[in-house]
């Protein structure tokens, strides 16, 4: 009878890779690197702005229909303790109906709606009072919310205004120079 033949004793298996694959590697992932990692920051500090924005404007949107709802004063104000309200408006958003018309929560009235802290990479600044509408919607004074990156790029700036009648607007680019403008047509800016 003939001997088996052994096929597999002679083949090596290659395990790991060489230093010039590494390298190259290295290489096309450092180029692949320096050029998505600047957009994607951009991307990243767009997209956090935005939902900042909306998250506030939804906000003042539930008041301002919850004051016509309820034909009552509500409050839109940023609040450390959700109960006292402040005017640094990085603070969580707190909105409430304000029975006793003195502009800060108390144990009888509750607290309807909250909004998260402003994130540490943006800045956000709005009116040095709380914000108040009456029972027809209307705002007790106009306002701007404005907000910045913490770099000052202005071309990331996003802002909400708030007409006397109540009325909500978020700022947008309508000259397309990648600069949004308030509801007066002026361009945001940051510092």
Same mark, same amino acid.
């Given at each position: ?51 900042? $924005? ?8 539930? =008041? #301002? ?5 309820? *034909?009552?004063? @509500?409050? &839109? ?69 404005? $907000? ?8 990331? =700036? #996003? ?5 006397? *009648?109540?009325? @909500?607007? &978020? ?21």
């Amino acid at each position: 009878m003939p001997a088996k033949l052994n096929m597999h004793a002679n083949k090596t298996v290659q395990k790991g890779v060489t230093l010039l694959e590494m390298m190259i590697t290295l290489a096309i992932l450092a180029i692949v690197l320096t050029v998505v990692a600047p957009s994607m920051q951009n991307f990243l500090i767009k997209n956090r702005i935005t939902g900042e $924005i909306n998250e506030v404007s939804g906000v003042i949107q539930y =008041a #301002r229909h919850l004051a016509i709802d309820e *034909q009552t004063p @509500v409050v &839109v104000c940023p609040s450390t303790d959700f109960k006292t309200c402040g005017t640094d408006w990085n603070n969580p958003k707190i909105v409430f109906i304000d029975s006793n018309a003195d502009g800060d929560r108390n144990d009888a009235e509750d607290l309807l709606v909250t909004t998260t802290k402003a994130s540490n990479s943006t800045k956000m600044t709005g009116p040095n009072t709380d914000i108040q509408f009456q029972d027809t919607g209307a705002s007790t004074q106009a306002f701007t919310i404005k $907000i910045c990156p913490n770099n000052n790029d202005a071309k990331f =700036a #996003r802002a909400i205004s708030v007409s006397l *009648q109540g009325r @909500v607007k &978020v700022s947008s680019d309508s000259d397309n120079v990648n600069i949004h403008e308030t509801i007066e047509g002026t361009k945001l800016t940051c510092t």
